[in-house]
C-alpha cells in the first residue's frame, strides 16, 4: 500500500487526485494540506511514502515545505513529488535541489500520476521525462546560480564519476548497465555508493550535482 499526502491550496485539484487514488488499489490518501505548513505537520504525524506537493501555496510555501521535509531527521523515507502548472517553474528546481524526487505538470494524465507515485515510492526519482533534465540544465546554466563545491566529487572513483554523469543524463540502472558493459547490479551498487559518498538523498540530487559542479555541462543536453 502507497501511502499519499496531498498538498494543494486548490480543494478540486486536492479532490480530483484523492478520487484518482481511492479509487485505485494499493493506494491511502492519508491526509491533505492546504499549505506547506500542513503538509509537513502531516508528514510527521502520518509519515506517508509520498508528499505530493504544490509550489506555490499561501504561508509556507511547497519549496519551504519540501526543505523541511526532507531534512526532518524523522522524515528520511518520505518523498515529495512536486506538483507545478509550468514546466519552467524556477521553483521546481529549487525544489530539486532541496530534495524532491521529482516533479509534475499539473495536467498530467492520470495513469502518469499513478505511475509517478509508485516510481518515487519504490525509492527511484522521476528524472525521465526530457523536461527535467531541461529544467536543471536551464537554471545552472545562468550565471546568476553559483555552483556548488566540487569536493563533493573528490570522494568518487573515475568509475563513479561515469557513472554519475550517466545518472545525469536520465539513464536506468538497466541502461547504464548496459552502456558500461556491466551487470545491474553493479550499476545499483556504483549508484548507491555514490548517493553515500555525497549524502545525496535520492537520483534527483545526483543530477543537481552532476550539473552544478560542472561534472556535465549544461549545454550537452
Request: proline share 3%.
Amino acid at each position: 500500500m502507497i501511502r499519499v499526502v496531498l498538498a494543494d491550496d486548490q480543494v478540486l485539484v486536492r479532490g480530483g487526485f484523492r478520487l484518482l487514488l481511492e479509487t485505485e488499489d494499493g493506494f491511502e490518501v492519508c491526509g491533505e494540506a492546504s499549505d506547506g505548513a500542513q503538509a509537513v505537520e502531516l508528514a510527521e504525524r502520518h509519515k506517508p511514502d509520498v508528499v505530493v506537493m504544490d509550489i506555490r501555496m499561501p504561508g509556507v510555501d511547497g519549496l519551504e515545505a519540501t526543505r523541511r521535509i526532507t531534512k526532518h531527521p524523522e522524515l528520511h523515507e518520505v518523498k515529495v513529488l512536486v506538483l507545478t502548472t509550468f514546466d519552467t517553474d524556477e521553483y521546481v528546481y529549487e525544489a530539486l535541489r532541496s530534495g524532491a524526487s521529482g516533479f509534475l505538470l499539473k495536467d498530467i494524465e492520470p495513469v502518469e500520476l499513478l505511475r509517478a507515485l509508485r516510481v518515487v515510492a519504490a525509492g527511484e526519482s522521476l528524472l525521465a521525462p526530457t523536461v527535467t533534465r531541461r529544467l536543471i540544465a536551464e537554471f545552472v546554466g545562468r550565471p546568476e546560480n553559483r555552483r556548488i563545491d566540487t569536493s563533493a566529487l573528490r570522494q568518487i572513483t573515475d568509475r563513479e564519476r561515469e557513472v554519475l554523469a550517466l545518472v545525469a543524463g536520465g539513464l536506468s540502472n538497466d541502461e547504464i548497465a548496459a552502456q558500461l558493459v556491466i551487470s545491474a547490479a553493479t550499476a545499483r551498487t556504483h549508484v548507491s555508493r555514490i548517493m553515500t559518498k555525497i549524502g545525496a538523498r535520492d537520483r534527483a540530487q545526483l543530477v543537481v550535482l552532476a550539473y552544478e559542479s560542472g561534472l556535465v555541462s549544461p549545454r550537452g543536453s
